[in-house]
Nanobody, 115 residues
Framework: QVQLVESGGGLVQPGGSLRLSCAAS????????MGWYRQAPGKQRELVTT???????TYADSVKGRFTISRDNAKNTVYLQMNSLKPEDTAVYYC?????????WGQGTQVTVSS
């Protein structure tokens, strides 16, 4: 069992930056593949970025070059650095942990990009 707690969301102007954190507890963090998803109002949840247990990363085309995922296994935490934010990045951002057939979600953190 893994518990995930996201933080760092908020209101930011277009072009600004935010860093989200996802703190994990309850299991061996380093074995999990971690990801960030987001869900905008009226839309399906979509994959934003992932980092494997070995550190390999993937990004959705819409965030490539602007977002960076990283993990600190010593702190049981995964981060999402978001730069050059756009209004279309507005969504609830969810942290996900995955290992074989097991998957866990955090409660989400709201990111709003608006002037």
């Amino acid at each position: 069992q893994v518990q995930l707690v996201e933080s760092g969301g908020g209101l930011v102007q277009p072009g600004g930056s935010l860093r989200l954190s996802c703190a994990a507890s309850g299991s061996i963090f380093s074995i999990y593949h971690m990801g960030w998803y987001r869900q905008a109002p009226g839309k399906q949840r979509e994959l934003v970025t992932t980092v494997t247990s070995g550190g390999t990363t993937t990004y959705a085309d819409s965030v490539k070059g602007r977002f960076t995922i990283s993990r600190d296994n010593a702190k049981n935490t995964v981060y999402l650095q978001m730069n050059s934010l756009k209004p279309e990045d507005t969504a609830v951002y969810y942290c996900n942990a995955r290992y074989q057939l097991l998957g866990y979600w955090g409660q989400g953190t709201q990111v709003t990009v608006s002037s």
